[in-house]
């Protein structure tokens, strides 16, 4: 009678563990099957997908739509004095990156001191305004009449140039000689977030350079900010 008990207990425990697997597995399977049937929202297609340019090598020109309504390239901007400018520092922001914001200021601050030497801003915002509200065409309008911005800001419709360039953060900086030549990419300095802590001005540092007919050191460094929305 004993060995009949013991049997009929240890059955009911080996029917029980096999509930409990089966349990799991079915569950699992449910799992997987409810991740795999999930849709999540596609990051929007660019027309052009691009390793990027690199230093030495010619930048694209571009058509792109300005704050004020006109499109422009770089062939038709202009240095503070109405001639043809000796370099473009192009610079991929926008509005609500919170590392673009705080380098806002010294955007503006590096156009009104080289734009008269010859080397204009030329800011371009990339972010798809379906993702970023806040970087509609619009909002720009409103973001640039606020701060009395010098400079062009061009609006990326249609995410085109970011791509092709190979700018994947903002702030990025790309700064060209007269014949769209990458000499600098990267950063504006060393401390993106405080403009108070900057030690390094990478980016003055490489125009500098480039007014003496000197190659910029370093010619790259690490840019810092925002992914841009795409």
Known sequence: MKHLMTALLLGLLLTACGNATEAGKEQ???????????????????????EGIAVGEQAPDFELKNVDGKTYSLAGIKDANGLAPKGYVVIFTCNTCPFAVASEQRIIDLHNKYAPQGYPVVAIQPNDPAIQPGDSFEAMQERAEEM???????????????????????????LLDADRYVKYHGAIDDSVRDPEGVEEKYLENAINALMKNETPHPPVTKAVGCGIKA
Do not use: C, I, W
Not at 153 to 174: I, R, W
């Open 28 to 50: 699992a399977a449910n799992t997987e099957t409810t991740e795999a049937t999930e849709t999540k929202p596609e990051a929007k297609a660019v027309s052009q997908r691009a």
């Open 148 to 174: 009395d911005y010098p400079f062009v800001y061009l609006f990326d419709e249609g995410q085109e140039v970011y791509p092709v360039y190979g700018a994947t953060k903002t702030p990025e900086v790309f």
